[in-house]
Structures are given as C-alpha cells and as structure tokens.
C-alpha cells in the first residue's frame, strides 16, 4: 500500500468540472492524482494496481459507481472506494457500505469531508466491517 505522501488517487466522473475540481482538492493535499471520465477508462488504466484509493461518482452512463467498485473486488483489486453523488438513496448507500465501500458523500460535500475520507481509506485500508 502507499504512503500517503506517494498515494495515488484516481477519480472517476463523468462530468468534467467535478473531475477538475475534484483532481485540484486532491493535489491540493499533496496527492498524486488521475482522473477519467468513466469506469472503462479507469480500468483499463496501466495504473489500476497502484491505485491506493478511488473516488467514483455513483451516476455514470455504462458502469456506475457501485458496479465498478465490485468488478474491482471481482477482478482481484482491494482499492478502498469511495463513492459520492447527487441523488442521495438510503437503500443504494447501505448496499454500498455493506459492500466495503469506505465513504459515501452526497454532493455537495464539504472538501474537510472528501479529505477526511481519503486519508481514512489510506490510513485503513479497506473499511472494517461489524463483526
């Protein structure tokens, strides 16, 4: 896993100002970042396996967010995901959480919020489940 002064932080959305200003917060943290513009972009990334946390939006045309956070535990890849949307649904949110996604934010979020997520996903790894 990385360290966080070194981690690797991809977003992944469709809409261009919230990759842009989502990819400005995370440089402006001192993360490396890469963002893409859908769920077929970022998997075929050369970069994947050395992602250290993934921010997805959970609307996207093709592969939403929750779909491409379990091909990524189907394909082998551990990344602590974090999703975040526009259209807040209660049921979505605790399939996703149950499904070991680490932080779920309804936008707008507050940038302290995204951040404090992030460095709970490096910190931690994958989200711990209630035993």
């Known amino acids: 896993m990385s360290t966080e002064s070194n981690a690797l932080v991809c977003i992944v959305d469709d809409d261009e100002s919230v990759r842009e200003a989502l990819e400005g917060l995370m440089e402006s943290v001192g993360f490396r970042v890469q963002a893409f513009q859908s769920a077929m972009d970022f998997l075929a990334s050369a970069d994947l396996g050395e992602t250290a946390c993934v921010i997805v939006d959970i609307h996207m045309p093709r592969i939403s967010g929750i779909e491409l956070h379990r091909r990524l ?17 209660e049921a ?31 910190q931690n790894g994958k989200r711990q489940t209630d035993a």
């Open 73 to 89: 535990a189907e394909l082998g890849h551990d990344i602590p995901t974090i999703l975040v949307t526009a259209y807040p649904n």
């Open 92 to 122: 979505a949110r605790d399939r996703a959480l149950a499904d070991g996604v680490v932080c779920y934010l309804t936008k707008p979020f507050d940038d302290n919020s995204l951040i404090g997520c992030v460095h709970s996903a490096l």
